[in-house]
């Protein structure tokens, strides 16, 4: 009876854990539609808000760094914060309209407290990381595809 308890109360752990997942995918789908609304919109100020520009910038910077090295060249401290934040807007995300798309929330993967959203070949497009904010904790954008960042979304009314 006792190994029943146990299976009871694994099972119930499960759930819940599977509910929290669900509610931060949820919660990370809603950011990153906000941001690629804020992209196809051009709105700097919306596009600010759903960014964590610092984290943003480091991850911009190791792939330029990387793609630099397997090129050949090495430039020391990579790209100056003023190149990396004129890649950084809402110019730099290609959001562009298809036909029926899967949404959101089901396209993100999570992983290590992070939510990704794939592109070909699996590698992240966007990723988001939830960060505390005052009482309230909310998913930002902390990393992205440095060059060549085309995010498919459904048809307006789809």
């Known amino acids: 009876m006792l190994r029943m308890g146990a ?3 694994l099972s119930a752990l499960a759930l819940g854990l599977g509910g929290c997942e669900g509610r931060a995918k949820a919660d990370a789908a809603e950011s990153a539609e906000r941001l690629l609304a804020a992209a196809e919109a051009g709105d ?3 596009f600010e808000a759903e960014i964590d520009r610092r984290a943003v910038r480091e991850d911009v910077r190791r792939q330029i760094i990387d793609l630099a090295r397997e090129t050949g060249v090495e430039v ?3 790209p100056s914060d003023l190149a990396l934040d004129r890649m950084i807007g809402p110019n730099a995300i290609r959001v562009v309209r298809a036909g029926p798309a899967q949404p959101m ?3 993100l993967k999570m992983t290590g407290g992070k939510a990704c959203l794939p592109g070909e070949g699996g ?3 966007l990723t988001f990381a939830k960060e505390k904010s005052g009482q ?3 998913w930002r954008l902390v990393g992205m595809q440095a060059m060549d960042l085309t995010v498919e979304v459904a048809e307006a009314g789809d």
Do not use: P, S, T
Request: hydrophobic share 35%; proline share 0%.
């Open 76 to 78: 020391d401290g990579g």
């Open 44 to 46: 700097r100020v919306a």
């Open 123 to 125: 590698r992240c497009l």
């Open 7 to 9: 299976v009871v109360a």
């Open 105 to 107: 929330k089901d396209r």
């Open 136 to 138: 309230k904790d909310r």
